[in-house]
C-alpha cells in the first residue's frame, strides 16, 4: 500500500501532481483525480496506482489526439501513427481512436471529400495525383474510389485546362509537336486521364504558325549543328524534337 501524502496543482490549469509517502509518483488530470477520489491520506494498493496511470496515459493521448486534429483534418492513420510516434501503449490508442470515431472527429469519408475540395481548388493535381496522395494518408481505397467518383467533371477539365495554359506558355520555344507532346506528358503526370487531356488540349485552339516553326527550326540548327559530323545525325536529332523530315532537308539543303 502507498499513502497520497501530496497533491499538488501544476501551473497548467487542471493539472495535478501526486505525491506517494513523501514521494513524487506520477501527474494528473483533474478528471482523474476526481474519478480515483484521490486526495491526502488516502491508500492506494499497485494496482490501483497501475490503473491511474493506465487512465492517465489514455486522457493525455485523447488530449494529444485532439489538439492534433485542432490544425486541420487527419486520417485515423494520421492519428495512430502520430500516437504511436509519442510511445502511448496499444490500449491508449485504440481507445482514442474509438473515442474520436464515436465524436465525429474522424471520418475518413469527411477527409477524403475534404481533401479532394482543396487539391481542386487549391493545386493543379488531376485524380490519379490526388488518388495517390489519399492512398498515402491511409484512407481506405473503397472511400477513395467514392469519393472520386463525386468529382465535377467540369472542375476537373477547368482545372486541366488552365494547366495546360502554363505549360504551353513554358514551351513557346519548342517545336509545335513538341510543344504538343510537353503539355499532354505533364497533364498525365498531374494524374488527368486522356480523355481529360484530350478535351484540354482541344480547348486551348492551339494553331502551328508556319513561320514561327520555320525561324525556330533555323535556330535549333544553328545552336547544334556543330554537335553531330553527319547531317543524317543531325536530323535525327532535329525530328526528336518535333520537327518534320522534309523541313529539316529544306533548310539543310538551303544552307548548303
Known sequence: MAKV????????????????DGKYAFPVAETTLIEFRLMKDVELTDQQVAEIEHRENVNKAYGDAVNYLSYQLRTEK???EYLYKKEYHKDAVEF????LRNLHYLDDASYAKSFITDQLRMTANGPKIIEQKLFQ?????NIIQDSLFDIDQDVLLENA???????????????FQQMLTKIRQSLYQKGFNSEITNEAIKKLDLEVDEDEELDKLKKMIEKVQHRYDTQAKLINYLMTKGYHYDEIKRVLDANN
Not at 501524502?5 to 495535478?16: C, L, M, N, W
Not at 482514442?96 to 473515442?99: A, D
Open 78 to 80: 494520421e492519428i495512430k
Open 96 to 99: 482514442t481512436l474509438e473515442k
Open 137 to 141: 494518408k491511409g484512407v481506405p481505397d
Open 161 to 175: 485546362i488552365e494547366f495546360a495554359k502554363k505549360q504551353a506558355r513554358k514551351q513557346k520555344r519548342a517545336s
Open 5 to 20: 501524502t501530496k497533491i499538488q496543482a501544476q501551473k497548467r490549469k487542471g493539472r495535478y501532481n501526486i505525491y506517494l
